[in-house]
């Protein structure tokens, strides 16, 4: 059963930082897709970053790049967002998801797993 547990939200001043942490467990072998998602209220789930594990190849939505990175530690089998220069429009609960395989990004009815969620208020 694989299981990804985030941590790391919490409230922070426009212009600052946080790192959002993803420990997955349960898989035992396979490249995939590793992302992170994020929900604001009333909107739709939105994937902002994703990481294929097999190459380490990135993707981001236009909305964060240049100010989040995605990355993975494989020994500690975890998932990193690194998020700079936040804003408002960034608040969000942020979700860490995966699929298996080959396909990246993919969208949120292609996620096979899903985290629980961590909550990231950005106050102006």
């Known amino acids: 059963q694989v299981q990804l547990v985030e941590s790391g939200g919490g409230s922070v001043q426009a212009g600052g930082a946080l790192r959002l942490s993803c420990a997955a467990s349960?898989?035992?072998?396979?490249?995939?897709?590793m992302a992170w998602f994020r929900q604001a209220p009333g909107k739709e789930r939105e994937g902002v970053a994703f990481?294929?594990?097999?190459?380490?190849?990135?993707y981001y939505a236009d909305s964060v790049k240049g100010r989040f990175t995605i990355s993975q530690d494989n020994a500690k089998n975890t998932l990193y967002l690194q998020m700079n220069s936040l804003k408002p429009e960034d608040t969000a609960m942020y979700y860490c998801?995966?699929?298996?395989?080959?396909?990246?990004?993919?969208?949120?009815?292609?996620?096979?797993?899903w985290g629980q969620g961590t909550q990231v208020t950005v106050s102006s």
């Open positions: 990481i294929y594990t097999g190459a380490g190849r990135t």
């Open positions: 998801a995966a699929k298996g395989g080959t396909w990246c990004p993919v969208s949120p009815v292609e996620v096979a797993y």
């Open positions: 349960g898989y035992t072998y396979g490249s995939r897709c």
